[in-house]
């Protein structure tokens, strides 16, 4: 069982960055794949990045080169990093944690955080 708590999120205008953070309390952290979902209003649910227990990344091509996702897994910690922000993408943020290889397929992710609110404004 693996417990998610994101922080980090809030209001910055356009180009601006900020860095996003999931704390995992639990057994196991450094076996799962971690990944960042999003969820605008009125929209699913999407893929963001995701980061392998090796530390092998992937991104969503809506935010390559703009975001970096990371983890530090002495800390059990996962972090996103988003620079170049555009008011697209405005939204609430979820960390998520998955067994094995999980892509960019949230039903593969185990465990879910309650997600942090990044407003960007124009």
């Known amino acids: 069982q693996v417990q998610l708590v994101e922080s980090g999120g809030g209001l910055v205008q356009t180009g601006g960055s900020l860095r996003l953070s999931c704390t995992a309390s639990g057994r196991g952290f450094a076996t799962y794949t971690m990944a960042w979902f999003r969820q605008a209003p009125g929209k699913e649910r999407e893929f963001v990045a995701r980061?392998?227990?090796?530390?092998?990344?992937n991104y969503a091509g809506s935010v390559k080169g703009r975001f970096t996702i990371s983890r530090d897994n002495a800390k059990n910690m996962v972090y996103l990093q988003m620079n170049t922000l555009k008011p697209e993408d405005t939204a609430v943020y979820y960390c998520a944690a998955g067994l094995g290889y999980p892509g960019s397929n949230q039903n593969q992710y185990n465990y879910w955080g309650q997600g942090t609110q990044v407003t960007v404004s124009s």
């Open positions: 980061i392998t227990w090796g530390g092998s990344t």
